[in-house]
């Protein structure tokens, strides 16, 4: 019996933690799949580190799973075909720079959860017009958005 995988909008989902995760997930795909890539973090991660998916331009779409708490610093930083951010409701922080630069990104849903949002964590994401920002938030850095 084969293997079923993820869809996400007609199109494949690959777990990986970080770029090097991703090439390898995506090598070993048996079917059809263009760049940009739907990416889910892995259940049980409690983080995303520092510069994980820096510049990575194959990344679409990021779920995060509910254990993740923290997106370091730098993270997704300068991933200019991201798209789409599910963030869990678990997530307390994201870091400096997270998501600076993630140009196509549109619109960001802040979980309740979040209490800190680092100095420049959406700084030169051109496409973003939409934030919701809860009120449990108390500390939003400096050019966060």
């Not at 991703?22 to 263009?34: H, M, T």
């Amino acid at each position: 019996m084969a293997n079923k995988i993820e869809m996400y909008e007609d199109r494949p989902v690959f777990r990986a933690s970080n770029s090097e995760q991703l090439a390898n997930a995506v090598s070993q795909y048996k079917g059809d799949v263009e760049s940009p890539y739907v990416v889910r973090i892995p259940a049980r991660t409690k983080y995303v580190k520092y510069r994980a998916f820096d510049s990575n331009q194959n990344i679409g779409v990021v779920i995060f799973p509910d254990s993740v708490y923290s997106i370091g610093e730098e993270a997704f930083i300068n991933c200019e075909n991201l798209t789409d951010v599910i963030l869990p409701e678990s997530l307390e922080l994201i870091d400096y720079s997270a998501f600076s630069g993630c140009s196509s990104l549109s619109n960001i849903n802040i979980p309740s959860s979040v209490r800190k949002i680092r100095d420049g964590a959406f700084c030169c994401c051109e496409s973003l017009t939409k934030i919701t920002i809860p009120a449990p938030v108390c500390e939003i850095g400096t050019e966060a958005f």
